[in-house]
């Protein structure tokens, strides 16, 4: 019988409070889990089993307790454990080992855990969550975050948006322990959540930007023992835009316009997020001027008003010129250098 560092297994260190321990868990679980990992289904198999029975022991304060006491000094305590059952099978009955550990646990096994856990730790604890079970003391679900993608005009106009997203909640079979009947949960397979596909109505404030947080209130996971919902949160993610390109509440756009229009000046016809505008270019205006179109931007989240957009003039050259037009270039040029 080999002993089981089960804080190395989960990658934690020993007194890592259990909200690590929790969070480790269901990371090693979603990654080891034999149906995430058809390719080498075996090894994942035993990986997964070994990071279930790590959980079973650090998950619950209890077992947890009882194996730090063992630390290095296991293997007395194992000797001891097995004597004791053997005297007590002797006697016909099997009521406990070493320090009130059970060495016999529940009819059919544990779960395929390991002789280690079988020794010391099967039939003893608590469910890992107290408090989860129909009738317990009510408690706050977790807050939830997902993504929510959103183009530029969505985020420009704001406004109700209906969206539809993967999100995890609380196992409805083991109500987010993951264990059922004191054996791993075969719904969320040990990990107390369940993934589901879920429809929300989501006000979408108006200018909001890129990596900014959206609060749905109430909409998290379900509270242990009947208790009330967390809350969703959404991460705004801004796709890229063909036009425009965002700073802040400001917007930059880049026009293409004929030389001609720079060195004469010209009115053309600009776009913005609220439809075109005509925009006034002064005559011998440099090639990538910027333009600024004031009130022309993305609202502002927390000021009145908007940002500016900003046009930066993109010069294009005339090709395929005729005899005729290379001929008035020719003039333009010995103009310029001061030639007849």
Same mark, same amino acid.
């Given at each position: 019988?080999?002993?089981?560092?089960?804080?190395?297994?989960?990658?934690?260190?020993?007194?890592?409070?259990?909200?690590?321990?929790?969070?480790?868990?269901?990371?090693?679980?979603?990654?080891?889990?034999?149906?995430?990992?058809?390719?080498?289904?075996?090894?994942?198999?035993?990986?997964?089993?070994?990071?279930?029975?790590?959980?079973?022991?650090?998950?619950?304060?209890?077992?947890?307790?009882?194996?730090?006491?063992?630390?290095?000094?296991?293997?007395?305590?194992?000797?001891?454990? +097995?004597? *004791? &059952?053997?005297?007590?099978?002797? =006697? /016909? $009955?099997?009521?406990? #080992?070493? @320090?009130?550990?059970?060495?016999?646990?529940?009819?059919?096994?544990?779960?395929?855990?390991?002789?280690?856990?079988?020794?010391?730790?099967?039939?003893?604890?608590?469910?890992?969550?107290?408090?989860?079970?129909?009738?317990?003391?009510?408690?706050?679900?977790?807050?939830?975050?997902?993504?929510?993608?959103?183009?530029?005009?969505?985020?420009?106009?704001?406004?109700?948006?209906?969206?539809?997203?993967?999100?995890?909640?609380?196992?409805?079979?083991?109500?987010?322990?993951?264990?059922?009947?004191?054996?791993?949960?075969?719904?969320?397979?040990?990990?107390?959540?369940?993934?589901?596909?879920?429809?929300?109505?989501?006000?979408?404030?108006?200018?909001?930007? +890129?990596? *900014? &947080?959206?609060?749905?209130?109430? =909409? /998290? $996971?379900?509270?242990? #023992?009947? @208790?009330?919902?967390?809350?969703?949160?959404?991460?705004?993610?801004?796709?890229?835009?063909?036009?425009?390109?965002?700073?802040?509440?400001?917007?930059?756009?880049?026009?293409?316009?004929?030389?001609?229009?720079?060195?004469?000046?010209?009115?053309?016809?600009?776009?913005?997020?609220?439809?075109?505008?005509?925009?006034?270019?002064?005559?011998?205006?440099?090639?990538?001027?910027?333009?600024?179109?004031?009130?022309?931007?993305?609202?502002?989240?927390?000021?009145?008003?908007?940002?500016?957009?900003?046009?930066?003039?993109?010069?294009?050259?005339?090709?395929?010129?005729?005899?005729?037009?290379?001929?008035?270039?020719?003039?333009?040029?010995?103009?310029?250098?001061?030639?007849?």
């Amino acid at each position: 019988m080999n002993y089981k560092d089960y804080y190395s297994i989960l990658g934690v260190p020993k007194g890592a409070p259990e909200k690590d321990i929790k969070s480790a868990y269901r990371k090693l679980a979603r990654k080891w889990h034999p149906d995430a990992n058809p390719d080498n289904a075996h090894q994942a198999e035993e990986k997964f089993k070994d990071i279930q029975e790590a959980y079973e022991v650090l998950g619950d304060p209890e077992k947890r307790k009882k194996y730090d006491v063992l630390g290095s000094d296991w293997q007395r305590a194992a000797r001891e454990a +097995d004597q *004791q &059952r053997s005297y007590r099978q002797a =006697q /016909g $009955a099997d009521f406990g #080992g070493f @320090g009130g550990f059970s060495g016999a646990g529940p009819p059919g096994g544990t779960s395929g855990f390991s002789d280690f856990f079988d020794m010391f730790f099967s039939g003893i604890g608590r469910p890992r969550t107290a408090g989860a079970g129909p009738g317990a003391s009510q408690q706050r679900g977790e807050d939830l975050e997902s993504t929510i993608e959103l183009a530029l005009h969505d985020a420009y106009e704001g406004g109700r948006k209906s969206v539809t997203l993967q999100v995890e909640d609380a196992c409805p079979r083991c109500h987010g322990t993951g264990t059922d009947r004191n054996r791993v949960c075969p719904q969320c397979h040990g990990i107390g959540r369940t993934r589901e596909t879920k429809r929300f109505d989501v006000t979408i404030p108006r200018g909001v930007r +890129d990596g *900014q &947080r959206i609060r749905l209130a109430g =909409q /998290g $996971a379900s509270g242990p #023992g009947g @208790g009330p919902r967390g809350d969703l949160y959404l991460v705004v993610q801004l796709g890229n835009d063909d036009r425009y390109e965002r700073k802040g509440d400001d917007l930059y756009l880049d026009l293409p316009v004929s030389i001609y229009d720079l060195i004469l000046g010209a009115e053309v016809r600009v776009p913005t997020m609220n439809g075109d505008v005509t925009m006034t270019i002064p005559a011998g205006t440099q090639n990538n001027k910027m333009l600024r179109l004031s009130g022309k931007g993305m609202p502002k989240l927390k000021d009145a008003g908007y940002g500016d957009e900003y046009v930066r003039l993109i010069g294009q050259l005339p090709t395929n010129l005729t005899d005729k037009e290379q001929k008035l270039f020719r003039e333009l040029a010995g103009i310029r250098n001061g030639k007849p």
